[in-house]
């Protein structure tokens, strides 16, 4: 069974930084992209930030230059550097992953993890 587990959320004040995790386990056979989205209250879910297999990341508008994604390939996780937070970042973040297991591919989600924002 494949599963990915988010950690590293938590409550924040403006101007703090957090740093995200996201360990994926179970038969994996090989992991393409990672990423991450986030829900806010009362909105639809946003893709914040991707990671190729090869490094190749992209963000959107609203976090580039503040969030940086990576990954550790050997350990099937993935990081969200997260600086100079501000309120309107407060969401719940999703891990996905594209991933391989056995001979079918396919998107896997965690959880979900709460960044609040807010003095």
């Known amino acids: 069974q494949v599963q990915l587990v988010e950690s590293g959320g938590d409550l924040v004040q403006p101007g703090g930084s957090l740093r995200l995790s996201c360990a994926a386990s179970g038969s994996i056979t090989d992991i393409y992209t990672m990423g991450w989205y986030r829900q806010a209250p009362g909105k639809q879910r946003e893709l914040i930030a991707s990671?190729?297999?090869?490094?190749?990341?992209n963000y959107v508008d609203s976090v580039k230059g503040r969030f940086i994604i990576s990954r550790d390939n050997a350990k099937n996780t993935a990081f969200l550097q997260m600086n100079s937070l501000r309120p309107e970042d407060t969401a719940v973040y999703y891990c996905y992953g594209d991933l391989r297991v056995g001979f079918r591919s396919g998107y896997y989600w965690g959880q979900g993890t709460q960044v609040t924002v807010s003095s």
């Open positions: 990671i190729t297999s090869g490094g190749d990341t």
